[in-house]
Nanobody, 130 residues
Framework: QVQLVESGGGLVQPGGSLRLSCAAS????????IGWFRQAPGKEREGVSC????????RTADSVKGRFTISRDNTKNTVYLQINNLKSEDTAVYYC???????????????????????WGQGTQVTVSS
């Protein structure tokens, strides 16, 4: 089972940028899709972006499209989430999670079928404030 560790969160002023990292250990991400989620205080967790690690196909929620970019580094077994033009409403704990590719295939699902995600990191806090 792959273990995930997020990093890169912090306190940022509105309009700033952050790059979050999701580093995997205990196995290759080649057999997984990786999703980024966030949970703001008092709100439900939402999926914001995902990537199929083997082929790099991505999906991004319309609410953050144009500001959030997901990418991967195969050599580092790591997925990134670049967040630009941060807004106060982006304040949340950001999590990465994985779902096996075979699970998506069995469900005929794309990587933004977020309820299928199984294995989670501990999260990293992003706070946007002046």
């Amino acid at each position: 089972q792959v273990q995930l560790v997020e990093s890169g969160g912090g306190l940022v002023q509105p309009g700033g940028s952050l790059r979050l990292s999701c580093a995997a250990s205990g196995g290759t991400l080649d057999y997984y899709a990786i999703g980024w989620f966030r949970q703001a205080p008092g709100k439900e967790r939402e999926g914001v972006s995902c990537i199929t690690f083997s082929d790099g196909n991505t999906r991004t929620a319309d609410s953050v499209k144009g500001r959030f970019t997901i990418s991967r580094d195969n050599t580092k077994n790591t997925v990134y989430l670049q967040i630009n033009n941060l807004k106060s409403e982006d304040t949340a704990v950001y999590y990465c999670a994985t779902v096996p590719r075979r699970t998506l295939q069995a469900a005929s699902a794309t990587c933004d079928t977020y309820y299928l995600y199984l294995y989670w990191g501990q999260g990293t806090q992003v706070t946007v404030s002046s």
